[in-house]
């Protein structure tokens, strides 16, 4: 198979440790033609590359009519959407961010024309686990709320839908101080910039050895992350 070129981008989650390593990987990729972001805030410290970068200030509440003029026509979406309980600060505002709009990025790129999504979730994502909002029982929602965000893209049926269910991520001078960097220190980790780099290498695979539905668990991001340009095996 030739190599792909001319595709178009887009990333929502795009200033978070996973997707500004997207941006700035699909910017300087010569597969890609346009990487469109959608967001709060706009990406700073892009590099210049081959592809046209095209940041859109939207409001994430009204992501499906404020993006989709900018998204038309997209070839992948990424979503690297994500947020921790205590920056959100509550049950409720997590799920919106983690849940609700992952599954608004999932309409819109169906809406879009999309042929593929691309959703970075976590290592035991489970839709099926029981949780509630409890502070004390956290652990469980999260593995829940992934899940089910998992499940949100799946269910709008793309030619392609990637899960990507990293474990603990090395953000590498994002990393907070206190438990963040000492859970570095005793727990497997990956670093962001080869979760981005093996999403990419995934979108440009020949899609007629790929599946509908592929997940990409933790073991098989960190064999393919020690190899160059090798996309990660899938699980069965």
Avoid at 145 to 173: C, H, N, V, Y
Wanted: charged content about 25%.
């Amino acid at each position: 198979m030739a190599a792909p070129t001319g595709l178009v981008a887009a990333v929502t989650g795009a200033t978070g440790a996973v997707g500004e390593e997207l941006v700035k990987q699909l910017v300087t990729n010569a597969a890609f033609r346009k990487v469109v972001t959608l967001g709060r805030r706009p990406v700073e410290g892009v590099p210049s590359g081959s592809a046209e970068l095209v940041q859109v200030k939207v409001d994430m509440d009204r992501l499906e009519a404020e993006g989709a003029e900018a998204v038309k026509g997209v070839d992948v979406f990424f979503c690297a959407l994500g947020t921790t309980r205590a920056v959100a600060g509550s049950a409720e505002a997590y799920k919106k961010v983690d849940y609700d709009y992952v599954a608004a990025s999932a309409r819109l790129a169906k809406a879009a024309g999309a042929k593929q999504f691309s959703v970075v979730t976590a290592q035991g994502a489970n839709a099926k686990v029981p949780a509630n909002d409890w502070g004390l029982f956290h652990g469980l929602l999260y593995m829940k709320t992934k899940g089910l965000a998992e499940q949100a893209a799946i269910d709008q049926g793309f030619t392609r839908t990637s899960i990507f269910r990293p474990g603990m991520l090395d953000r590498g001078d994002k990393v907070r101080a206190g438990a963040e960097k000492i859970a570095l220190g005793i727990m497997t980790s990956i670093k962001t910039k080869d979760v981005a780099r093996l999403m990419i290498l995934d979108a440009l695979r020949d899609p007629s050895a790929c599946r509908p539905v592929m997940r990409f668990e933790m073991g098989a991001l960190l064999k393919a992350a020690k190899q160059e340009g090798v996309a990660p095996e899938a699980a069965k």
